[in-house]
């Protein structure tokens, strides 16, 4: 199994994290996302979506991290422990429930104040508008309470007391602010402990790991301005910062 990464993107740690925390083999093939390459007409070959993470079973190849998720689970069900993705009805609802709610949620909010602090004045040529970030803050705040105060409640874990899917998903995308220099878990007594909760059951190892180059995004503008496909991707991101 061929699994394409870029350990940047918050969805590709969550893939990363669950392979090898599981003991799934896998082969990590490496798409820098700063140096353009999910555009090379080899990557193109693989997927025409040209986003990551990308799953390669054979003759068999899979786009968007959850799907991926949900799939290695259940080929390998046989040796994934139940908690990751509960036969209990309810439990994986809630499972479920959460990964569905993320995307428009704390992905989204937590990947523009990424964007905004990272990229911006790289693609832009200018500091971020007052009113961008605050605008973008207030949302990633909103979705924060709402991940304590719905999901996470007084339990460990999101779905109670064991480790799941959920949590997993959870906890990289709140890293991704935190790369940029933001900390989003400042203030949070419930989250701080949760995270640091999720990460023994990971190994703090293995999270670090999958946490080096996020961690290091500092690097990422010299990335960008030293590759030859920046031409393409400034128009994508000016889309989307108007």
């Not at 997927?47 to 190849?61: L, T």
């Not at 220099?181 to 007594?189: Q, S, T």
Request: charged share 25%; aromatic share 10%.
């Amino acid at each position: 199994m061929e699994l394409y990464l870029d350990l940047v993107s918050q969805p590709c740690r969550s893939v990363f994290l669950f392979a090898k925390a599981v003991g799934i083999p896998f082969q990590f093939k490496r798409v820098e996302l700063a140096a353009g390459q999910q555009y090379s007409e080899d990557f193109g070959k693989v997927s025409v979506i040209r986003k990551v993470p990308v799953m390669k079973d054979g003759s068999f190849v899979l786009t968007e991290s959850v799907a991926i998720l949900q799939y290695l689970v259940q080929k390998h069900r046989s040796s994934v422990a139940d908690h990751w993705y509960p036969a209990d009805l309810q439990q994986r609802a809630r499972v479920n429930e959460y990964l569905s709610w993320q995307h428009m949620n704390l992905r989204t909010h937590g990947s523009k104040v990424f964007l905004l602090r990272a990229m911006f004045p790289l693609i832009m040529g200018s500091e971020v508008p007052k009113d961008k970030m605050d605008a973008a803050l207030e949302d990633l705040t909103q979705s924060l309470d709402l991940l304590e105060e719905k999901f996470l409640q007084n339990k460990p874990f999101i779905i109670g007391d064991k480790l799941s899917l959920a949590d997993l998903v959870a906890v990289v995308e709140i890293m991704q602010p935190v790369g940029c220099g933001l900390d989003a878990f400042e203030g949070r007594v419930k989250l701080i402990a949760w995270r640091e909760r999720v990460k023994k059951e990971l190994g703090e190892k293995l999270f670090d790991e999958a946490h080096e180059s996020i961690m290091a995004v500092s690097s990422l503008p010299q990335t960008m301005q030293s590759n030859t496909q920046l031409a393409m991707l400034i128009p994508k991101f000016q889309k989307l910062f108007k």
